[in-house]
């Protein structure tokens, strides 16, 4: 059985649920309080995992009690990270997020930028059993190398574009598919019509390109072909990963064949689903996301 490899960011989420009255005083108390992994390409892996298919995680942590923490539960979930990077005297990456009574997040996060960004060991890997490539933007030199290495063996690269800055372009161009957030695509684009800001993004940097717009969906632009498909009502409890899950059911679904169209819908449906739980790690607990992973 074919493998997905996600590339990037591992953090360790601190969730804090704070009430608007607690947020105006001034020593706020949570309401609530939860602990788990995340990072886009570490939680894309956990999803794709939890859906049963076998999935390496590929990041940089420091051997630090975060780092093992991280590495424990992305082991307890299934994931492999035989080919993950430790250094000693880094801090691993570590996130806090308030979560207020909408539903609505604010993250923080800390990335120590004295992580080492050599990409040595991943000229080694051995991709022949990968069906695709999922990356994100917090260690770019490490995904140009896989993108490179997968563009010679046919392996199809998905890109998620949290932000964007000129420096990127020639990392955009690599992947693909480019799967924008909305601020992301506008700042590229300075465009708030999606097919118009999509068609602008292909131009400049090839591929196809998807952006994920939270409870209203996604609009994608692949081969010419141009659909805005609408969000899921679900019972909303967290949003925080799902688009991380988005892109990591994407890729899955393409690694595994399925047509673009019908594996965009796919990674629509479960995302929302996977907003109906407290955390980015739920996806293994949510029968409904399972049964559209069964019958897709």
Not at 155 to 177: N, W
Not at 208 to 228: I, K, M, P
Request: proline share 3%; hydrophobic share 40%; aromatic share 6%.
């Amino acid at each position: 059985m074919k493998t997905v490899i996600c590339l990037g960011n591992a953090t360790w989420d601190q969730t804090f649920s704070v009430s608007t009255s607690q947020q105006q005083a001034a020593k706020s108390y949570a309401d609530g309080f939860s602990v788990s992994g995340g990072g886009v390409a570490a939680t894309a892996a956990v999803a794709i995992a939890n859906a049963g298919e076998p999935v390496n995680f590929i990041g940089r942590m420091g051997t630090d009690m975060v780092g093992k923490q991280i590495s424990d539960e992305l082991i307890a979930h299934g994931v492999n990270i035989d080919h993950c990077l430790r250094y000693e005297q880094v801090q691993s990456s570590i996130a806090t997020i308030i979560l207020d009574e909408e539903h609505s997040s604010k993250i923080y996060v800390y990335n120590d930028p004295s992580m080492p960004k050599d990409t040595s060991s991943l000229f080694g890997l051995d991709l022949s059993d990968t069906s695709a490539i999922v990356a994100d933007l917090t260690w770019p030199e490490g995904a140009k190398v896989l993108f490179e290495l997968a563009k010679q063996k046919g392996i199809p690269t998905f890109l998620r574009v949290s932000y964007f800055d000129q420096s990127l372009i020639e990392l955009l161009e690599l992947a693909d598919c480019c799967v924008f957030s909305h601020p992301s695509l506008l700042a590229m684009t300075s465009d708030i019509q999606h097919k118009r800001a999509l068609n602008k993004a292909i131009k400049r940097v090839g591929g196809s390109a998807v952006v994920t717009l939270s409870q209203r969906g996604c609009a994608w632009l692949h081969e010419g072909t141009f659909a805005n498909i609408p969000g899921h009502q679900v019972d909303v409890a967290d949003t925080t990963g799902a688009g991380d899950i988005f892109i990591g059911i994407l890729a899955m679904q393409v690694g595994k064949g399925q047509p673009f169209d019908q594996a965009i819908n796919t990674a629509n449906h479960v995302a929302a689903l996977s907003c109906e739980f407290m955390g980015a790690r739920q996806l293994a607990n949510c029968d409904k996301a399972q049964a559209v992973l069964n019958n897709s």
